[in-house]
């Protein structure tokens, strides 16, 4: 019993809370990636048919791809029936990766010229570009991308043609949160727009927010169970369509595959699996069945090179 009473005098110990040194906060990550673990495993990419990718590394930093998809493309229509066509793709690509320069390619046999760059401009700042040339008029667009990484904060300049200009701003609050702001002006359509939007996070969750006067209202929040096992979910409201939808997924994360999954409130389950079947050689499995609709789809491929 003496062992159980505390000698005389002894004080109680007291947990002293956590100091924050607001001076010295991470940097947040960008604005348009604040819900980036969510989309990981809400939006993986499915695909329709049959599918094959190939990769050879020519020396350490440059690559040449080549990428065949042949299955139904769906066509919109007035109507909820869905109408598909069968359709094949090639896509030739290029690629040269340097630490502080990232040149990507693609041309397809429809026509389409597909370009972007991203270029270490100093220390901070960063260029971002990418481009889509077709022979559809007024399909073709490019954008322009300029991201500073400051300290404790990070801020984004977009311009785009069709008079495009946006800036968003995202500030480190606390060691968990930060707060920022985006605005844009499309000069062709003559609309403007602003927006705000808050993330939280932890080593066990991230939870998201975002709001802007185009009507979208976006929540986001992913609880990481264990090292392989992450859920997430998603709700999405326009207040000007009043359109709603709500998500769950999951992302497994296995020894030799990853899979990941979704069903919302409009009664759409997908799954999507990558399993690695030998060194540069992967196998995929995707399938969609969106029960409102009667609409099916499945699609099987391999990857072939890293």
């Known amino acids: 019993m003496a062992t159980l009473i505390p000698p005389a005098g002894s004080k109680p110990m007291v947990m002293e809370p956590e100091k924050v040194d607001y001076f010295n906060l991470p940097c947040p990550i960008p604005y348009e990636e604040i819900h980036r673990e969510a989309l990981m495993s809400l939006k993986p990419e499915l695909f329709e048919g049959v599918r094959f990718d190939f990769t050879r590394g020519l020396n350490q930093r440059f690559s040449l791809s080549h990428s065949v998809l042949m299955g139904p493309t769906e066509l919109p229509t007035q109507s909820a029936d869905v109408v598909k066509i069968p359709t094949a793709h090639y896509e030739f690509g290029a690629n040269f990766i340097d630490p502080k320069l990232m040149l990507f390619g ?48 990070r801020t984004q300049f977009q311009l785009g043609n069709g008079a495009l200009f946006g800036g968003s701003y995202i500030q480190s609050v606390t060691p968990h949160l930060s ?14 727009g602003i927006g705000y939007a808050a993330r939280y996070n932890t080593d066990k969750m991230v939870a998201t927010g975002q ?12 609880q990481k169970v264990s090292e392989k096992v992450s859920l997430a979910s998603d709700f999405m409201y326009n207040y000007i369509s009043r359109d709603i939808t709500a998500s769950f997924g999951y992302d497994y994360i296995l020894r030799q595959c990853r899979l ?47």
């Open 179 to 192: 707060l920022g702001g985006e605005v844009f002006w499309a000069g062709q359509h003559r609309k403007s």
């Open 260 to 306: 990941r999954g979704k069903i919302d409130s409009n009664g759409c389950v997908a799954a999507f699996l990558e399993e690695r079947l030998n060194m540069g050689l992967n196998f995929i499995l995707s399938a969609e069945v969106d029960h409102k609709k009667k609409d099916y789809k499945f699609g099987f491929g391999l990857t072939v090179g890293e």
């Open 106 to 153: 693609r041309v397809m046999t429809d026509g389409r010229v597909n370009a972007r760059v991203r270029c270490d401009l100093s220390e901070n700042l960063a260029m971002k570009a990418n481009a889509q040339l077709t022979g559809e008029p007024d399909m073709s667009h490019g954008m322009v991308n300029f991201d500073y990484k400051g300290k404790d904060y």
């Open 211 to 222: 709001v802007a006067s185009t009507g979208m209202v976006a929540l986001g929040y992913v």
